[in-house]
């Protein structure tokens, strides 16, 4: 099965010029990968006018939030219809600097629901913001997924992805280990069983935090992962490059 990763820019880069050029580098590494499809998180300014000049198949388009009001007085917002409506099929929700931003898990749960509405795949972002005392992220993680997950309902599974990020592991240079991660994947996949009976197993996992060629390929396959959010590695062509060529098993 192909493997996904999620190039999650954030807030880079400053300009649409360079935005253009990381994406022209983006689109000839996803053209010649065949075991992986990539899918592009640009910041939402960037979207539109990306999507409207690509033409290819391979690269698919996120957005890294959106409100999950279909539009409204919510000054400073994209909703989910307008990220829809620029081509994007995925979006973040949740993800551990949003946390960080005051995102809260009731807010995840609209999201997810409003998502799935919109027909758009979203990635329900994990995960604890430190370890602190030994088991307790396995709390905090399944608090997460049961008030993030609540208005889904188990025919959907399919139709969502996961992701494991501590945000201790992002942008650390820090990552989860692979028999970690084996342990969230299955800790994961049995809190859903919890909630959904055996359709939680189907469930499709992520992972986030430092990703980059050196440990890319281990992690798929070692530690039940479907792919990976990656930020730091996903602006540079070259880590980029890399750091497919290690999923794909070769050079790209
Ligand atoms: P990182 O970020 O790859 O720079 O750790 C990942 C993310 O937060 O999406």
């Known amino acids: 099965m ?3 990763v999620v190039a999650n820019w954030k807030m880079h ?6 935005a253009k050029t990381l994406f022209e580098a983006t689109k000839r590494i996803a053209e010649s990968a065949s075991r992986v499809s990539i899918v592009v998180a640009p910041p939402a300014i960037f979207l539109r006018e990306l999507s409207r000049g690509y033409k290819g198949r391979r690269i698919a388009f996120a957005v890294q939030n959106a409100h999950f009001e279909k539009e409204g007085a919510y000054t400073g917002e994209t909703s989910l219809a307008e990220a829809k409506d620029a081509k994007a099929a995925y979006v973040i ?8 931003m005051g995102e809260t898990n009731d807010d995840t ?6 998502a799935l509405v919109q027909r758009l795949t979203p990635i329900l972002c994990v995960g604890e913001r ?10 905090i993680v399944r608090e997460q997924l049961k008030i993030g997950l609540a208005d889904v309902p188990a025919a959907k599974l399919r139709s969502l992805y996961i992701m494991y990020e501590p945000l201790w592991a992002v942008g650390s240079g820090h990552p989860v280990t692979p028999s970690h991660m084996l342990e969230m994947s299955i800790f994961i996949k049995k809190s859903l069983v919890a909630i959904y009976g055996e359709g939680g197993h189907g469930v499709r996992i992520l992972y986030g935090g430092s990703v980059d060629h050196t440990n890319a390929r281990q992690m798929i396959d070692e530690a039940d992962v479907a ?4 930020g730091g590695a996903s602006l ?4 980029f ?12």
């Open 2 to 4: 192909k493997s996904i």
């Open 241 to 252: 490059k890399a750091l497919i060529g290690a999923i794909e098993g070769g050079e790209v």
């Open 109 to 114: 749960r609209r999201k997810m629901a409003a």
């Open 13 to 18: 880069p400053a300009t649409f010029r360079e």
């Open 93 to 100: 929700v949740g993800h551990g600097e949003r946390r960080a």
């Open 236 to 239: 540079d062509a070259e880590k």
């Open 130 to 139: 430190e370890r602190a005392s030994e088991g307790k992220h396995f709390d």
């Open 227 to 230: 792919g990976f959010i990656v």
